[in-house]
């Protein structure tokens, strides 16, 4: 999608060349790409157009023609609309802010399914993990085990999640019999949890609540009370990243109802493409602050809005993928595999050590279809999980001695390691000749950029008549993990130096 | 016929306070063609409404550019008479004999559910659940998702209030080991329909689809013919991802209709129309509320009047 949109830029614009400026029509001709790769995104439709416009705007304030690719220039201004739209209000927002006296009081709200419970066990998660204590109190009466969830969910926060201070579930599942039947009951729930944070001098009280529909107007006033008698400090609408058109109509009802002041996108691991991001941005005005990543209580990060308008244009997800890794290789240990990698000195034992780091960081493929124009290119190339388990039980049952130097591996100790692991013989020849091979490879790598080394990783793919799908997917792993790597992977850089 | 008279009035429900909602949104279709003829105006703002629905863009610019060449061949030429065309063209790619559940011939049907996080499996199951109950059959559920928290207890829940009978295992346990013991209840109890609720799953993730894969390698291997349904649910809400979604869920586990849930919102569901385009799964069930009465059997006329918004100055029956 990236390289499309470049190119149809680039050719419609090449029209002008000679020609000092940019005309009105040459532009529109050109943001037409924009607009479909934007309503593809899923972005709203009133919202592309007037985003669209936006940039005609821009590109004719500057001249773009001038530039030796302009193509890319012109993305370079839809990507940083993009940024900036979506930013507004995120910079330097306090995530959860702290209010004196206690309790901070969060409120969640959203449609059906968005994922608001697991939100609140996230959140709870989060501040854990910055010392502050949490009240988490269900007001959901309605969905069939939905206190049970929170419940469930808050004691994982405890059992499981990093950080010293203590996670309180408040619930009243008797009441749930009564609900529907008399109104109010949800807000006196809420009033009862709010006495008990006091009580217990928590510092945050965060407010679960049913999923609804927008245009359910008793719920919605349910919602309306609940925020007139509990007064939350912030009101939180949880919106699925993967949602269509109607984000617009649900995000608008919910705002003029409730005065949101903060949005967090659940389901960001999906493929999609994330354009409800800027829909919901755009009628709320309200900051995106989190992103969900996945179902487990860790899996939510704060709002970047340069990775979320990369995707939204199709280009990946890099500054993700670099922070994944930095998340699990430390820098100096980055560096030193770097250096090891450019003297060949890779060893089966570091290789294995990056490996399991690159096992916490997620699936292969999720990581690898982050980058931009891999997305396509992994097509090809077969990452398997289950290829990376078989090659960990052969290291894993070698001695120390043949980890450090494969070149010792004779036939016996093939048989041995291929026993130990549960493989076929050939395997361990095969990872054994393909690690020798990967040494040599990094050592030519150590100086290519991330193209040159998936172009690198391919060719290698070939040579190794797949099946070690794995070996090349890991190999050219360890040198995007420094930092020296981030700084030219990342898109929005690229686009600043070429200003 | 009841069961399609209450669709409709359950669509045209949805539409109307779906009208109430958005002040100052498009207005009636049917205002905008009152006696007019076709204009690149009018092709403009049908594709508009297309997309507004999820159809997506390619999708829209197709039916529109086929939409074209008929005004330009002289064959259709007012406002009415595009839309009339549109709607049959759309409805006609869902047939009748797409839409029915398969039954199997003797012995127990198997219905396998699966689809993305949030999207409505479990309640759709209890709307399944309570269907066929009503139509005198005897269902077992298994609660195969031991993944999320309160998801046993959820479907537990339904299974008490619809009284139909449930097969569970331990939370964090084995999914396929419960598919397994539903399995042998169901031959056991000699029961009619077996749904099994699956936890919620992204499609891009390779280890948990191939857990999908294994649940329902299991079920074929215990039931001759099973799954004989494999039912993909789908948030009407969602946008062009259900693409993915389908493709994905396919690949893994063959599906053979789409449960379109959520339809009493704002949003259309449009993006089964694209999900046709690419897969041609029919959808089968289309879900209008929380409780198990809330289903109705998939109506592509209705369903593509309120696609259009054509309905938008009719009073609600
Ligand atoms: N993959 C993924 N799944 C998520 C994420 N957030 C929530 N989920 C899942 O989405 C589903 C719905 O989440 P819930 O937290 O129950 O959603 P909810 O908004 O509370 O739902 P209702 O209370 O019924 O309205 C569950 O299966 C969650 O595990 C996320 O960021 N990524
Ligand atoms: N308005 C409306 N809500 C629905 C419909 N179907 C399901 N829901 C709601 O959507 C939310 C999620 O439904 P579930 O059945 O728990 O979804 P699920 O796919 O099983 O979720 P996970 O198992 O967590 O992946 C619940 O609050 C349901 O009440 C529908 O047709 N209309
Ligand atoms: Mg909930
Ligand atoms: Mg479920």
Same mark, same amino acid.
């Given at each position: 999608?990236?390289?499309?949109?470049?190119?149809?830029?680039?050719?419609?614009?090449?029209?002008?060349? @000679?020609?000092?400026?940019?005309?009105?029509?040459?532009?529109?001709?050109?943001?037409?790409?924009?607009?479909?790769?934007?309503?593809?995104?899923?972005?709203?439709?009133?919202?592309?157009?007037?985003?669209?416009?936006?940039?005609?705007?821009?590109?004719?304030?500057?001249?773009?023609?001038?530039?030796?690719?302009?193509?890319?220039?012109?993305?370079?201004?839809?990507?940083?609309?993009?940024? *900036?739209?979506? !930013?507004?209000?995120?910079?330097?927002?306090?995530?959860?802010?702290?209010?004196?006296?206690?309790?901070?009081?969060?409120?969640?709200?959203?449609?059906?399914?968005?994922?608001?419970?697991?939100?609140?066990?996230?959140?709870?998660?989060?501040?854990?993990?910055?010392?502050?204590?949490?009240?988490?109190? %269900?007001?959901?009466?309605?969905?069939?085990?939905?206190?049970?969830? /929170?419940?469930?969910?808050?004691? =994982?926060?405890?059992?499981?999640?990093?950080?010293?201070? =203590?996670?309180?579930?408040?619930?009243?599942?008797?009441?749930?019999?009564?609900?529907?039947?008399?109104?109010?009951?949800?807000?006196?729930?809420?009033?009862? %949890?709010?006495?008990?944070?006091?009580?217990?001098?928590?510092?945050?009280?965060?407010?679960?609540?049913?999923?609804?529909?927008?245009?359910?107007?008793?719920?919605? #006033?349910?919602?309306?009370?609940?925020?007139?008698?509990?007064?939350?400090?912030?009101?939180?609408?949880?919106?699925? %990243?993967?949602?269509?058109?109607?984000?617009?109509?649900?995000?608008?009802?919910?705002? =003029?109802?409730?005065?949101?002041?903060?949005?967090?996108?659940?389901?960001?691991?999906? *493929?999609?493409?994330?354009?409800?991001?800027?829909?919901?941005?755009?009628?709320?005005?309200?900051?995106?602050?989190?992103? @969900?990543?996945?179902?487990?209580?860790?899996?939510?990060?704060?709002?970047?809005?340069?990775?979320?308008?990369?995707?939204? /244009?199709?280009?990946?997800?890099?500054?993700?993928?670099?922070?994944?890794?930095? *998340?699990?290789?430390?820098?100096?240990?980055?560096?030193?595999?770097?250096?090891?990698? %450019? #003297?060949?000195?890779?060893?089966?034992?570091?290789?294995?050590? !990056?490996?399991?780091?690159?096992?916490?960081?997620?699936?292969?493929?999720?990581?690898?279809?982050?980058?931009?124009?891999?997305?396509?290119?992994? #097509?090809?190339?077969?990452?398997?999980?289950?290829?990376?388990?078989?090659?960990?039980?052969?290291?894993?049952?070698?001695?120390?001695?043949?980890?450090?130097?494969?070149?010792?591996?004779? !036939?016996?100790?093939?048989?041995?390691?291929?026993?130990?692991? @549960?493989?076929?013989?050939?395997?361990?020849?095969?990872?054994?000749? !393909?690690?020798?091979?990967?040494?040599?490879?990094?050592?030519?790598?150590?100086?290519?950029?991330?193209?040159?080394?998936?172009?690198?990783?391919?060719?290698?793919?070939?040579?190794?008549?797949?099946?070690?799908?794995?070996?090349?997917?890991? =190999?050219?792993?360890?040198?995007?993990?420094?930092?020296?790597?981030?700084?030219?992977?990342?898109?929005?850089?690229?686009?600043?130096?070429?200003? | 016929?009841?069961?399609?008279?209450?669709?409709?009035?359950?669509?045209?429900?949805?539409?109307?306070?779906?009208?109430?909602? &958005?002040?100052?949104?498009?207005?009636?279709?049917?205002?905008?063609?009152?006696? $007019?003829?076709?204009?690149?105006?009018?092709?403009?703002?049908?594709?508009?409404?297309?997309?507004?629905?999820?159809?997506?863009?390619?999708?829209?610019?197709?039916?529109?550019?086929? &939409?074209?060449?008929?005004?330009?061949?002289?064959?259709?030429?007012?406002?009415?008479?595009?839309?009339? $065309?549109?709607?049959?063209?759309?409805?006609?790619?869902?047939?009748?004999?797409?839409?029915?559940?398969?039954?199997?011939?003797?012995?127990?049907?198997?219905?396998?559910?699966? +689809?993305?996080?949030?999207?409505?499996?479990?309640?759709?199951?209890?709307?399944?659940?309570?269907?066929?109950?009503?139509?005198?059959?005897?269902?077992?559920?298994?609660?195969?998702?031991?993944? $999320?928290?309160?998801?046993?207890?959820?479907?537990?829940?339904?299974?008490?209030?619809? +009284?139909?009978?449930?097969?569970?295992?331990?939370?964090?346990?084995?999914?396929?080991?419960?598919?397994?013991?539903?399995?042998?209840?169901?031959?056991?109890?000699?029961?009619?329909? &077996?749904?099994?609720?699956?936890?919620?799953?992204?499609?891009?993730?390779?280890?948990?689809?191939?857990? &999908?894969?294994?649940?329902?390698?299991?079920?074929? $291997?215990?039931?001759? +013919?099973?799954?004989?349904?494999?039912?993909?649910?789908?948030?009407?809400?969602?946008?062009?991802?259900?693409?993915?979604?389908?493709?994905?869920?396919?690949?893994?586990?063959?599906?053979?209709?789409?449960?379109?849930?959520?339809?009493?919102?704002?949003?259309?569901?449009?993006?089964?129309?694209?999900?046709?385009?690419?897969?041609?799964?029919?959808?089968?069930?289309?879900?209008?509320?929380?409780?198990?009465?809330?289903?109705?059997?998939?109506?592509?006329?209705?369903?593509?009047?309120?696609?259009? +918004?054509?309905?938008?100055?009719?009073?609600?029956?």
């Amino acid at each position: 999608m990236f390289e499309r949109l470049s190119d149809g830029f680039s050719s419609a614009l090449k029209k002008l060349s @000679g020609r000092g400026s940019i005309s009105e029509s040459n532009v529109r001709e050109a943001m037409e790409d924009v607009r479909t790769a934007l309503l593809e995104a899923d972005v709203e439709y009133a919202t592309v157009n007037e985003f669209c416009e936006t940039i005609v705007e821009r590109a004719l304030g500057q001249d773009v023609t001038k530039s030796i690719k302009p193509g890319q220039e012109m993305i370079g201004i839809v990507h940083q609309a993009l940024i *900036d739209l979506m !930013q507004q209000g995120a910079e330097d927002h306090p995530g959860v802010p702290k209010i004196t006296p206690a309790p901070t009081i969060v409120m969640m709200c959203g449609l059906q399914g968005t994922g608001k419970t697991t939100t609140c066990g996230k959140l709870a998660a989060y501040l854990k993990k910055r010392g502050r204590s949490v009240m988490i109190v %269900a007001a959901d009466l309605q969905r069939p085990a939905a206190v049970d969830q /929170l419940k469930t969910v808050a004691e =994982q926060v405890n059992a499981d999640m990093p950080g010293g201070s =203590q996670v309180h579930f408040y619930g009243e599942p008797d009441k749930c019999a009564e609900y529907g039947k008399a109104v109010g009951i949800a807000v006196k729930v809420c009033q009862n %949890a709010l006495k008990a944070a006091r009580e217990k001098g928590v510092d945050t009280l965060i407010i679960d609540t049913a999923g609804r529909l927008h245009i359910n107007n008793e719920l919605m #006033k349910e919602l309306s009370s609940i925020k007139k008698t509990i007064r939350p400090h912030q009101t939180l609408l949880v919106v699925d %990243a993967m949602t269509g058109q109607d984000a617009v109509n649900s995000a608008r009802t919910f705002h =003029q109802q409730l005065a949101v002041d903060g949005v967090i996108l659940s389901k960001f691991d999906s *493929d999609t493409r994330g354009g409800a991001a800027l829909t919901v941005k755009k009628v709320t005005g309200a900051p995106i602050l989190f992103v @969900g990543t996945g179902e487990k209580l860790d899996a939510m990060e704060e709002f970047h809005a340069e990775r979320v308008a990369g995707r939204i /244009l199709g280009m990946g997800d890099v500054v993700s993928l670099v922070e994944k890794a930095q *998340d699990e290789v430390s820098e100096e240990e980055a560096e030193r595999m770097a250096e090891k990698m %450019a #003297k060949g000195e890779l060893t089966l034992e570091d290789f294995l050590s !990056q490996m399991k780091s690159l096992r916490r960081m997620g699936p292969m493929k999720q990581l690898m279809g982050m980058i931009p124009g891999v997305g396509s290119a992994l #097509k090809d190339v077969d990452i398997d999980d289950k290829q990376l388990d078989r090659i960990e039980g052969m290291v894993k049952s070698m001695t120390a001695e043949e980890r450090k130097d494969v070149k010792v591996m004779n !036939q016996s100790r093939r048989r041995r390691v291929a026993r130990g692991a @549960g493989v076929n013989v050939n395997e361990v020849s095969k990872l054994t000749k !393909q690690f020798d091979m990967m040494s040599k490879m990094t050592r030519q790598m150590s100086g290519m950029g991330i193209k040159g080394k998936l172009g690198a990783m391919r060719d290698m793919q070939g040579a190794a008549g797949g099946g070690m799908g794995a070996m090349g997917g890991t =190999q050219g792993m360890p040198g995007m993990a420094t930092r020296r790597s981030t700084k030219t992977a990342s898109p929005k850089r690229k686009f600043k130096k070429r200003k | 016929m009841a069961l399609l008279r209450g669709a409709i009035s359950k669509v045209r429900k949805g539409l109307a306070r779906t009208r109430e909602a &958005l002040t100052g949104g498009v207005g009636g279709l049917r205002n905008f063609l009152a006696g $007019r003829s076709i204009d690149d105006d009018l092709l403009r703002e049908l594709e508009a409404r297309l997309i507004q629905a999820d159809v997506g863009v390619k999708t829209a610019s197709r039916l529109v550019t086929d &939409l074209r060449g008929e005004w330009k061949a002289g064959r259709v030429d007012t406002g009415d008479q595009a839309t009339d $065309r549109l709607k049959s063209q759309l409805a006609d790619l869902w047939p009748a004999r797409d839409r029915s559940i398969t039954f199997a011939q003797s012995g127990p049907t198997v219905i396998l559910v699966a +689809g993305v996080n949030g999207a409505g499996k479990t309640t759709s199951i209890a709307k399944l659940a309570s269907l066929l109950t009503n139509q005198g059959k005897s269902v077992i559920l298994a609660a195969c998702d031991t993944y $999320r928290a309160g998801a046993v207890r959820q479907l537990e829940i339904w299974s008490e209030r619809i +009284g139909v009978q449930i097969v569970k295992g331990a939370q964090g346990g084995d999914p396929a080991a419960v598919a397994f013991d539903a399995c042998e209840a169901a031959l056991a109890r000699n029961a009619d329909i &077996l749904i099994i609720d699956t936890a919620g799953r992204l499609h891009t993730q390779d280890p948990l689809m191939r857990q &999908l894969t294994k649940i329902r390698d299991i079920t074929t $291997r215990k039931i001759d +013919g099973a799954p004989h349904e494999v039912i993909l649910v789908l948030d009407a809400t969602t946008g062009q991802n259900a693409v993915n979604q389908a493709l994905k869920f396919t690949e893994a586990i063959d599906v053979t209709g789409l449960f379109l849930t959520k339809l009493d919102g704002t949003s259309k569901g449009g993006v089964v129309v694209a999900v046709h385009d690419q897969t041609s799964i029919p959808v089968k069930f289309i879900g209008v509320g929380e409780t198990p009465e809330d289903v109705e059997p998939f109506d592509p006329a209705v369903f593509v009047e309120a696609l259009l +918004g054509s309905e938008d100055d009719q009073p609600a029956a």
